[in-house]
T-cell receptor, first 112, second 112 residues
Framework: NAGVTQTPKFRILKIGQSMTLQCTQD?????MYWYRQDPGMGLKLIYY???????DKGEVPNGYNVSRSTTEDFPLRLELAAPSQTSVYFC???????????FGSGTRLTVV | DQQVKQNSPSLSVQEGRISILNCDYT??????FLWYKKYPAEGPTFLIS?????DKNEDGRFTVFLNKSAKHLSLHIVPSQPGDSAVYFC???????????FGTGTRLTIIP
């Protein structure tokens, strides 16, 4: 029972580079989310999806893009990486409104 | 605009004593509240939740209290154990909305 799997666990990017953070869940959850956690801050919602083919912006979407072509996968794309995107990124999934989230173990990204 | 606030960044408690973690919120539309626990290098894990129609919910050593008039909730851990040392996040959800708003977290250290 893998739950939510995020890859990679760590990554260092140079300013202006791009990358995709991968997120896969095997629980057949319709709802998926991307959060970022900065030091001393709570988790901020970047993007979320309520099902395959449907995505929407959260609190801090600028500089990111997402897609949801399947129920299982919800990749987060960073275009033109900036130092402000240095953070820990968490992907989560849930069965729906009345259920809590299952989180992945996170991706620590440093932009230099 | 931090709608969910955890004003204590850290808390130290002796093993066996009670740990009390506090959380305040400003949005009166929140109707469901959750606590998550996070160990280093791991994603947050769901701990306990409470609906706004209740003022208390208990699960083993963990009890969450909700005071709607004060817009305040607290998590009590009795007795505290070394394995409880972690960062605790409170989170809240608006009725009918699947997105969670997280607080900034409180680092709990249990002293043996």
């Amino acid at each position: 029972n893998a739950g939510v799997t995020q890859t990679p666990k760590f990554r260092i990017l140079k300013i202006g580079q791009s990358m995709t953070l991968q997120c896969t869940q095997d629980m057949n959850h319709n709802y998926m989310y991307w959060y970022r956690q900065d030091p001393g801050m709570g988790l901020k919602l970047i993007y979320y999806s309520v099902g395959a083919g449907i995505t929407d912006k959260g609190e801090v979407p600028n500089g990111y893009n997402v897609s949801r072509s399947t129920t299982e996968d919800f990749p987060l794309r960073l275009e033109l990486a900036a130092p402000s995107q240095t953070s820990v990124y968490f992907c989560a999934s849930s069965q729906g409104i009345n259920y809590g989230y299952t989180f992945g173990s996170g991706t620590r990204l440093t932009v230099v | 605009d931090q709608q969910v606030k955890q004003n204590s960044p850290s808390l130290s408690v002796q093993e066996g004593r009670i740990s009390i973690l506090n959380c305040d919120y400003t949005n009166s539309m929140f109707d469901y509240f959750l606590w998550y626990k996070k160990y280093p290098a791991e994603g947050p894990t769901f701990l306990i939740s409470i609906s706004s129609i209740k003022d208390k919910n208990e699960d083993g050593r963990f009890t969450v209290f909700l005071n709607k008039s004060a817009k305040h909730l607290s998590l009590h851990i009795v007795p505290s154990q070394p394995g409880d040392s972690a960062v605790y996040f409170c989170a809240a959800r608006v009725f009918g909305n699947e997105k969670l708003t997280f607080g900034t977290g409180t680092r709990l250290t249990i002293i043996p």
